[in-house]
């Protein structure tokens, strides 16, 4: 084959690549749970008070709704320690108590970076922890 049937070759199959990745497929589903946090609350995030949960939401869900990488490695690790599965979830936890949910916040831990009071707020951190720290 010569040279410029080698050149004509490849333009033609780079442009049957591109009519075939235009062509309409199926519309994208929706985005992954991890993805899909609630609105944040209107208001003074410096006040007192606040829906634990969807405080957690919000600020934390990207990694530990399900689906998100601070769950997967959870999950990980408490299958490892004898524990099931659902155990990843920080909300199913009934082991954290208040204040390590507030340290670990603060301080970070392994993959999980710290979150400042710019990132959550102590009023928010308050009812967070309270949210997640089942055990005192």
Do not use: W
């Not at 998100?68 to 408490?78: A, E, F, I, P």
């Amino acid at each position: 084959m010569s040279r410029a049937s080698l050149v004509l070759v490849g333009i033609l199959g780079v442009a049957a690549s591109a009519v075939l990745a235009a062509q309409p497929g199926p519309p994208p589903g929706p985005p992954p749970p991890y993805q899909m946090r609630p609105v944040a609350p209107a208001g003074d995030r410096l006040k007192p008070g606040g829906d634990g949960k969807v405080l957690f939401e919000v600020h934390c869900g990207y990694c530990h709704l399900t689906g998100g990488m601070g769950t997967n490695l959870l999950t990980k690790q408490q299958v490892m320690a004898g524990n099931t599965p659902d155990k990843g979830l920080l909300a199913n936890r009934t082991d954290l108590t208040r204040d390590y949910v507030k340290t670990v916040v603060r301080m970070g831990k392994g993959a999980m970076p710290q979150q400042t009071r710019v990132d959550l707020t102590e009023a928010e951190l308050e009812v967070v922890a309270k949210y997640l720290g089942k055990a005192g």
